[in-house]
C-alpha cells in the first residue's frame, strides 16, 4: 500500500483516505464521496481498533454489518477497501504502545469519560497513516473533538496530510447517523432525537439565556426524555473545547452531548455561533 500511494504521489496524484469501524451508513458515505470528488484514488478502511474502546462491554457489542458495507462500497465507486487484521495493525501486540501528548484535550469532555479513548484512536490513525500514506485523510465533525485530537497527532507526526472535515450527516428528522443507532429499539430512536432538539434549542437561546440555565434546561430534557445517564452537555469554544461560561459573540462555540440510552453512548455536537 506505502508503494502504491509513493507511486501516486510521485504522479502528483491524490490519494483520499477515509478510516471508519464499519456498519457503514450515509455519514461515512459522505466522507466517501467526498474523498471520491477530491481525490484520484480513494481507500476506505474497516478496522474496529481494540484499543479505543474503554469498555469491553462496547467493544464486543459494536456492529459488524460486512456484507453490506461490501455493497454499499461497491456502489459507491471507492477504489479500495483495506480491511487488516489487529496483528497488521499491531504487530507487536496492543500493549506498551506509544504515548502521545494530546494535553488538555483527552483530559475533557469525551477524554474525560473515556480514558485512553484518544490515546488508542491516535495509535490507530497513525499506524494506519503509515501503511496507506495518503494526501488527505477524511473526519466526520459527528466526533468533533477527535477531528482536533487527530489534527494535533497530524502537525506532529504527518505535517504533510491534509485533513478534510465533513459535516455531520443527520437522518431526515435530525438524528445524527451513527452505527451504533442499529442497537436502539424503535422507542429508543425517538426518543435520541431530543439530543438533536436540545442542542438546536440551545443555539437558538444562545446569547439570550445565561449558560448555566441553557445547560441545566437541556440537562433535564434529556432526562426526561428516557436516557439513562448523562455523561455531558456542554458548551465550548470551537477551537480547543474551553468552556464558555459567558456568552460571546466573537467567540466560536459548540454544544455538544453524550449520553445513554437503551445502553447505547449517543454523542452529538452542533456549532451554535
Ligand atoms: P466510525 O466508524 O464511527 O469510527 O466513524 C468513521 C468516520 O466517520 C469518523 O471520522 C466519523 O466522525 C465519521 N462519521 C460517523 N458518523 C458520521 C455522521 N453522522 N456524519 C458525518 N461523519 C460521520
Redo the contacts with the bound molecule.
Keep these: 500500500m506505502y508503494n502504491f500511494s509513493s507511486q501516486l504521489r510521485a504522479q502528483g496524484k491524490k490519494l483520499g483516505f477515509v478510516?471508519?469501524?464499519?456498519?457503514l451508513?450515509a455519514?461515512?458515505m459522505?466522507?466517501i464521496s467526498n474523498s471520491l470528488g477530491q481525490n484520484n484514488t480513494t481507500v476506505c478502511c474497516i478496522f474496529v481498533n481494540p484499543t479505543q474502546f474503554n469498555d469491553s462491554n462496547d467493544f464486543e457489542k459494536y456492529p459488524i454489518t460486512i456484507e453490506k458495507d461490501l455493497l454499499q462500497l461497491e456502489r459507491s465507486g471507492c477504489d479500495i477497501l483495506f480491511l487488516p487484521t489487529v496483528f497488521e495493525i499491531y504487530p507487536s501486540g496492543t500493549s506498551n504502545l506509544v504515548h502521545y501528548e494530546l494535553g488538555r484535550l483527552e483530559t475533557v469532555l469525551e477524554g474525560k469519560f473515556r480514558p485512553g479513548h484518544f490515546q488508542g484512536v491516535c495509535q490507530v490513525v497513525d499506524r494506519l497513516l503509515e501503511i496507506v500514506n495518503p494526501s488527505r485523510i477524511?473526519?466526520?465533525?459527528?466526533?468533533f473533538q477527535?477531528c482536533l485530537v487527530v489534527q494535533k497527532m497530524l502537525d506532529v507526526r504527518h505535517p504533510n496530510i491534509e485533513m478534510i472535515k465533513?459535516?455531520?450527516?443527520?437522518e431526515h428528522n435530525g438524528l445524527?447517523?451513527?452505527?451504533r443507532n442499529i442497537r436502539l429499539s424503535e422507542s429508543a430512536k425517538k426518543s435520541a432525537l431530543t439530543i438533536f432538539e436540545v442542542l438546536t434549542n440551545i443555539k437558538y437561546n444562545w446569547g439570550k439565556k445565561a449558560v448555566e440555565n441553557l445547560i441545566q434546561e437541556a440537562s433535564l430534557q434529556i432526562e426526561n426524555a428516557g436516557f439513562e445517564k448523562i455523561d455531558y452537555v456542554s458548551i465550548v469554544e470551537a477551537k480547543d473545547l474551553e468552556e464558555l461560561v459567558i456568552w460571546d459573540a466573537n467567540i466560536p462555540a459548540v454544544a455538544l452531548v453524550a449520553a445513554f440510552i437503551d445502553g447505547v453512548r449517543l454523542i452529538d455536537n452542533l456549532s451554535i455561533s
Design positions: 478510516p471508519t469501524m464499519g456498519a451508513h455519514g461515512h459522505k466522507l477524511y473526519m466526520g465533525q459527528k466526533d477527535q465533513v459535516p455531520i450527516q443527520r445524527a447517523m451513527s452505527s
